[in-house]
Structure formats: C-alpha cells, structure tokens
C-alpha cells in the first residue's frame, strides 16, 4: 500500500498574482502556471520560438522548492487535424524537468489550423466526439505522456455550439479517450456548469457518467452572462453552481491533486486577496468534508 | 482531409462574420470550398443557425482585441464609434497566425496613422496623433522591462511625444475611459516617458511659444517616421 498524495488546494497564476502567491504562500498548496505565458512563441517556422519572457519565469523559480508546480497549457492544440507540434512537446517536457511539474494539462480542443502558414481560431474551439477525432487523439496523447515523463491531463472543454449528430456523448468519449491513453481528467466543473446552462442538461447526471476515478486536477471558476448565455469568462468569484458540484465530484475521485481557483487577472479588483483567499478556504472545506474515501491505496 | 477541412471551415467562420452569414443565408453550397463529408457540410451548416455561433464570432474578436487594447487603450477610446471599422478593416486582411496573437500591435497603430494622414486628425480626435505615439512609446519602453532579466536594471530610455494640449487633462480623462474635454487650452507640451527601475515615468514639459519654433517641429515626432523618438529633444522649459 502507497499513500497518495491528499489533494490540496491552489491557483493558476496570473500576473495580478505575484505579491500574493508570496504573501499567502501557506494558503496554497500547489501553484498551476501557464508556460505559454512566460514564453514568446510566433509559432512553427520562427527561429524565435519559446523566448523566456524573465520577469514571468522568475515567478516560477520563486515558487521552486515552496510548494507543487504544475502545468496548463493553452498552445498545443492537441485535436487539430493538421497540427501535432512536437517541439511545443518537447519545449513543455523540459519545462517539467526543469521545475519539476506534478503534472500537465491541456484542453480537449484546437485553435490552430493551416500547416506551413497557420491561422488561429482565437479562441478554443471544440471538436466532434467522433472515432476518427478519438483515433487521432490517441497516439498522440500516447506521445505527449511518454515525452514529457509525469501525468498528461486533459481538460473537458466550453463550447457554445452543439455539432448535431455526434457518435458519442462527451462524457463517452472522454472515458475511452482515457481508458485507451491512461492519461488522467483535468475535470473543469465551471465548464460543465456553463455547459449545461448554455445546453439544458443535467449536469450531475453528465457527472455520474464520468468516470471520475480518473481526475487529477479539478478547476472552479465563475462566469458572466453574454448574449444570452453563460459564459466562461473566468470573471470573479467561483459561480455558486459550481460548488454543489465540487462536494458531489469529491467523494467520488480517486487520483485527485488538487482543486485550482482560475480567476482573469481583470477581476482582481473584485476579488483582492481576501476574495482569493475566500474561494481556496471554500474549497478546502469541501475536500475536508467530503474527502470520504480512504486516503490508502494499493 | 475532411477532419481537416472542418476545422479549416469552423476556424473561418468563426474569424469571419461575413463567411459565416453567408454559410447561414446559402447553407451547404457555400462551403463548397471545403473537402466536407455530407455529415461535416451539414455540421457547419446547423451551427451557423444557432446563437452560439454569434457568441464564438464575438468572443474570438474580443480576444485578438484585447491584445490591441492592451497597448493602446486610449488610443481606443479616442477611436470611439469609428474603432469598429478601423477593426474591419485590420482584420479582413490579417489572419492570426499565433497562439498569443502576437503581432497586431503595428498593424493597427499603422492602419490608425493611415486613417489620420487620410482624414486628419481633427476629424476623428484633435488628440489621435499624440496619444497613438504616446501608447506606441510606452510599449516600446515596457517591452524592455518584459524581456529585461532584471527588470529593475533596464536600461534607462526615454521617449518624448509631443502634444497640441494640456496633456495632463487629456491623459486623466482618457484613464478613465472618457474623451477629454473639449475645452482645453492649445498649447506647445511635451511628454517624456522614462524606464526607471522597470517603472513607467511620465514628466510633462510645456514650450513657451516664443520657443516653440526652437523645439522639434511636431511632425517629427508623429509623422511619417510615427513612434519613434524626435533626434532632438526640447529643453524643458517648465516642469509640470
């Protein structure tokens, strides 16, 4: 029997972050940083290709050593049909290595398109859960887990439009996706709240169809109405929804690290320290309460 | 090819508006650029027609704009009901290449300094030309500080940028997200913009008119060679 790490509570960093991430350094026990934001990439085909932006990498090496580092990437667009970036791999698993991240994730969608010349979506767009988007995602979710050496997360995305006739429910996909790669569920329950909103389902019927045994990492996060939807905007505080959800997915996981707070750094003056601090305490209440599960496993 | 082409087709509707009310006007025969199964075709086609469409076309312009914004907010505020066709017109002929989406910074600044020299400023804001170069300068300098691996130790530069008013009024107002009186005095200023210790310092100098013609004529400053520092500066006169 190996006792797994208790899962903790954390950040994913933004630059409205840097005093208090060292001010609350005990309110945190882990801190998810988006490498694509400390580095310069104009893309394939540039000679200037992950620059270090200093200042944003100083943050990391100031989190060394204090509490768990881990990943979540924005660039890899991992389902695009065209692009598999393989040095963008490479680029994040030195980066593992190098500060030693617990862990990567990405999002279960593309942005880019357009081999040689690429064009970006400008925002994540989703894919259909079909076998030939389940074929292609495979091998390389194979790939990236065996470059980069720790576990590989993907995130359930947003989407704002529903692709009519799909082979497979996302919550399906999502379980054969990780049944045949082993990779692990970055399970963003602010996504599945906007989504059910947006789309009239039940969210704790899509969460009991998950296979939840497979989360590493769980976001909350709030949003703000658009054009007559909910939106993920990251705006604020986590969205009361969302927390019902956090204290039913809880009971139920068996790999989980941590729960992450994701605000945008423009909601900062809502929040201040003692709105962040606010959401980390609710959260860590949570998996007080309702981490029922023996922390033992074999 | 046909997962290809659908994300290639989903990608432009979803960066062009026009495209993706033309797909809901004619249907399947306008994606006929595309390889698409019949299924594909018939994808796109159903989510041209749903609301969430019009949010992604919305969203992934608010995203390429608010790198825009990032630099030259005031800039935008000035631009106020003309900012959306100075958008149009940056992107129907530029594609985001990048993650980031990086690289929109000079287009615009450039296509704002076209619509200047073609309009005159004095039709879209008497302050266009002296906020785009200022905005253009602090960018410049913060860019130091953001590659800087001690930001504290960059380089210390100045750049200098003329203005036609008070710039102190016109600067608060513009902070504040609101167009500047109109009221204000005219006048010979200049601004000095200095990286100290990987902060921003703004220092406003007025020329006394019986000096102005001694100073860098403004054109210099936001002409044809626009963001970039006069060869010479002013001396300050009066420190504000």
Redesign the interface.
């Known amino acids: 029997m190996t006792e797994r790490p208790r899962p903790g509570v954390g950040v994913l960093f933004n630059p409205a972050l840097i005093d208090f991430v060292q001010s609350h350094a005990a309110a945190l026990d882990h801190l998810v940083v988006m490498p694509d934001r400390c580095w310069s990439d104009p893309g394939p085909g540039s000679p200037h290709r992950f620059e270090e932006l200093p200042a944003a990498v100083a943050v990391v090496e100031r989190a060394l050593g204090q509490r768990t580092l881990a990943m979540h990437c924005i660039g890899l667009s991992l389902c695009s049909a065209e692009v598999f970036d393989l040095p963008y791999v490479d680029q994040l698993a030195a980066w593992r290595r190098r500060f030693g991240c617990a862990w990567v994730s990405e999002h279960l969608s593309f942005t880019r398109v357009g081999a040689g010349h690429e064009v970006n979506a400008s925002m994540a767009l989703p894919v259909p859960y079909d076998h030939e988007v389940l074929e292609l995602l495979v091998p390389r979710v194979l790939e990236v887990q065996d470059r980069l050496g720790c576990p590989f997360l993907l995130e359930n995305n947003v989407y704002y439009i529903d692709f009519p006739e799909q082979e497979m429910g996302e919550a399906e996909f999502l379980n054969r996706l990780m049944q045949r790669t082993g990779c692990g569920l970055l399970l963003d329950l602010h996504n599945v709240y906007t989504n059910a909103v947006n789309h009239g389902f039940d969210a704790r019927r899509f969460l009991r169809s998950l296979d939840l045994d497979r989360v590493v990492e769980i976001h909350v996060a709030g949003g703000e109405p658009m054009m007559g939807f909910h939106t993920d905007s990251h705006t604020g505080p986590v969205a009361e929804g969302v927390w019902p959800f956090l204290e039913y997915v809880v009971p139920h996981t068996g790999m989980l690290r941590g729960v992450t707070f994701e605000f945008h750094e423009s909601s900062w003056p809502m929040l201040h320290d003692a709105g962040v601090l606010a959401q980390l305490e609710r959260a860590r209440g949570i998996l007080r309460d309702h981490a029922a599960r023996p922390l033992q496993v074999a | 090819m046909s ?2 082409d ?3 087709a ?2 432009s509707l ?2 062009d508006v026009g495209f993706a009310n033309a797909v809901y006007a004619g249907g399947i025969d306008a994606l006929a650029a595309y390889e698409l199964s019949p ?1 594909e075709a ?2 796109l086609a ?2 041209t027609r ?7 076309c ?4 608010a ?2 704009f608010a790198t825009i914004h990032a630099v030259f907010a005031m800039t935008c505020v000035l631009l106020g009901s003309e900012l959306r066709s100075v958008l149009d017109e940056l992107w129907s002929g530029r ?9 929109e910074e000079r287009p615009f600044a450039d296509l704002v300094q076209r619509r200047i020299m073609a309009e005159g400023a004095a039709s879209l804001s008497q302050h266009l030309p002296s906020i785009l170069a200022y905005e253009w300068a602090c960018m410049e300098l913060a860019q130091l ?7 504290d130790l960059a380089p210390r530069e100045s750049r200098w940028v003329a203005f036609s008013s008070d710039p102190e009024p016109v600067l608060a107002a513009l902070q504040r997200g609101q167009q500047p009186a109109t009221d204000l005095q005219s006048g010979d200023y200049r601004v000095r913009i200095t990286l100290i210790d990987g902060d921003l310092e703004t220092t406003t100098f007025e020329v006394p008119p019986d000096m102005a013609g001694d100073a860098a004529p403004r054109q210099e400053i936001v002409g044809a060679d626009a963001f970039r520092a006069p060869p010479t500066t002013p001396d300050p006169v009066v420190s504000k």
Do not use: E, K
């Open positions: 997962l290809r659908f994300q290639r989903l990608t979803t960066l299924l018939r994808r159903a989510v749903q609301p969430g469409m019009s949010l992604n919305t969203l992934a312009r995203n390429r594609l985001p290449d990048n993650v980031q989406l990086q690289g500080v953001r590659h800087s691996v001690h930001p």
